[in-house]
């Protein structure tokens, strides 16, 4: 056993190279977990930075000086900023707010309906079945009602939390686009002057990173757009709120499409019933649905990301897991690097066919 692990450390761990950075990677990751929460506006403010940076860069290729450059995206980056902290946020809270006060009464109302279910389907449906169904319902409520209920008893801190975001993150934006070159170098003064390996993955992750964040984003606005154009046309109640589920839904490949159905069913049904209306609803939603899919992703990933849906599903669940919202937002791109990362990694049998 012990000649077993001798040999297999001597093949993977001997390269100068890949013990530079398993030492980055295990300190990235304690950083990470450890500090992970005090240093939320900080990552915030880097992941921003770097969807910006393309901007930025682009307006340098057209001879526009980095400083002004920097100024111009900034400008707008606070622009949409305060459109969404003023115009946007206000609106999503009221309609969450009433939706809430409405699900007791929605959920009621769907008891009754399901109760009626074994009376008109006795060959189909017991009422046993139906008694598990709204057992598991009425425990996933009240579950997430006491939720909502701490979320509200703890107000202050959060809007402590929202205020502190608001000040520091864009100020950290600003001085990480600004002052970027002198910022790599300080770092790059801490590695060794050899460093081809951490180069050449960051190359690869750069691109692919850089374009899956961006394209999420459009995603989600497009799909909010999209919804919100829908349910309002049909005069569906909740708009805003529905439609901002449905594009972070998009977050989740494969499982928040239909998670996030339910709800607009629910609310389409209770209000309309089976009527055409509600038959127009589900029938734009999954039109909607199908071009995100079929016709928005490829457009906007396409050779980005070339993984395996059940490597997909399962990095969701370890990254979500491990750092919650933002774990499940880069959990594709950190699959991806594990990916690069693996093909990457230099053993005894590659440097003998160099």
């Known amino acids: 056993m012990f000649e077993f692990v001798q040999s297999w450390y001597k093949r993977y761990f001997t390269d100068p190279q890949a013990s530079l950075l398993v030492v980055l990677l ?19 403010a880097i992941i921003i930075a770097y969807m910006l940076e393309g901007s930025v860069s682009t307006l340098e290729t057209k001879n526009i000086p980095r400083l002004l450059a920097v100024n111009m995206v900034f400008v707008l980056f606070v622009t949409f900023l305060a459109f969404l902290v003023v115009v946007l946020l206000p609106i999503i809270s009221r309609q969450a707010s009433q939706f809430f006060q409405d699900l007791p009464g929605m959920v009621n109302d769907g008891q009754a309906l399901l109760m009626k279910l074994p009376q008109q389907y006795p060959e189909f449906i017991t009422e046993e079945s139906v008694n598990q169904v709204i057992v598991a319902s009425t425990t996933a409520i009240s579950a997430m009602g006491q939720s909502i209920l701490s979320f ?47 180069n050449s993955l960051w190359q690869e992750m750069d691109a692919q990173i850089g374009n899956y964040i961006r394209g999420k984003v ?44 339910v709800p607009v069913a629910l609310v389409g049904y209770f209000q309309w019933g089976f009527d055409p209306s509600f038959i127009w609803l589900m029938a734009g939603y999954g039109v909607l649905q199908f071009l995100d899919g079929n016709v928005l992703v490829p457009v906007l990933f396409s050779d980005v990301v070339n993984l395996h849906p059940l490597a997909i599903i399962v990095s969701i669940l370890v990254f979500g897991g491990l750092w919650g919202f933002w774990g499940i937002f880069f959990a594709i791109p950190l699959a991806t690097l594990v990916k690069a990362l693996i093909y990457a990694w230099p053993t005894q049998a590659m440097e003998a066919a160099k």
């Open 26 to 44: 295990i300190v990235s990751f304690v950083i990470m977990y450890f500090m992970g929460g005090m240093l939320a506006p900080f990552f915030a």
């Open 152 to 198: 509200t008893l703890a107000s202050v801190p959060v809007i402590i939390s929202v205020l502190v975001y608001l000040v520091l993150v864009p100020l950290m934006v600003f001085l990480l686009l600004k002052d970027k070159s002198d910022i790599i170098n300080w770092m790059f003064r801490f590695l060794p002057t050899d460093r081809h390996l951490i």
């Open 218 to 261: 459009y995603e989600i606005i497009i799909i909010y757009l999209a919804s919100y154009l829908l349910f309002k046309v049909l005069g569906l109640n909740y708009a805003s709120f529905l439609a901002i589920i449905v594009g972070l839904s998009v977050l989740i490949p494969y499982i928040g499409a239909a998670v996030v159905t």
